[in-house]
């Protein structure tokens, strides 16, 4: 599939840190509990590391007990593409950034409501992009 942001994979090795290029374009996956945002709370937008999509809204994160970050809906559905992934001996649905392939995670049918969903997602194919406040911050 071609994507909007297609490069090579010498490009994606430049920009992104080893641990990044294994998860994002390799298919790999975090330790749980280990991450970045598994046991973040603040408010904000998550967005793809590699490319900037927005992925999903803090306002839907959940605590899901699997150590990794977990939502129940994307902010932008047209930018979270679902993929059947065989690996591993099992079948389960990958998600990946429409943009520009990343690999964010996975997602299953055992999350709470509205949606039932839950995008099961690495940290380190996300960055928070944190709500602005309303008043300044104190001197």
């Given at each position: 599939?071609?994507?909007?942001d297609?490069?090579?994979?010498?490009?994606?090795?430049?920009?992104?840190?080893?641990?990044?290029?294994r998860?994002?374009?390799q298919?790999?996956?975090?330790?749980?509990?280990?991450?970045?945002?598994?046991?973040?709370?603040?408010?904000?937008?998550?967005?793809?590391?590699?490319?900037?999509?927005?992925?999903?809204?803090?306002?839907?994160?959940f605590?899901?007990?699997?150590?990794?970050?977990?939502?129940?809906?994307a902010?932008?559905?047209?930018?979270?593409?679902?993929?059947?992934?065989?690996?591993?001996?099992?079948?389960?649905?990958e998600v990946?950034?429409?943009?520009?392939?990343?690999?964010?995670?996975?997602?299953?049918?055992?999350?709470?409501a509205?949606?039932?969903?839950?995008?099961?997602?690495?940290?380190?194919?996300?960055r928070?992009?944190?709500?602005k406040r309303?008043?300044?911050?104190?001197?």
């Open positions: 599939m071609s994507r909007p297609h490069r090579s994979e010498a490009e994606w090795r430049e920009i992104l840190s080893p641990e990044e290029f998860v994002m374009r298919k790999g996956t975090e330790r749980p509990f280990t991450g970045e945002y598994w046991n973040v709370w603040q408010a904000g937008e998550y967005r793809c590391r590699c490319c900037g999509a927005l992925l999903f809204d803090a306002a839907t994160k605590d899901a007990g699997c150590g990794w970050p977990s939502f129940h809906s902010a932008t559905p047209a930018n979270v593409e679902e993929v059947e992934d065989f690996s591993h001996g099992m079948y389960r649905m990946v950034c429409t943009q520009c392939g990343a690999h964010l995670g996975h997602v299953f049918n055992d999350g709470p509205p949606s039932g969903l839950r995008y099961c997602i690495n940290s380190v194919s996300m928070l992009d944190e709500a309303d008043t300044p911050d104190p001197a």
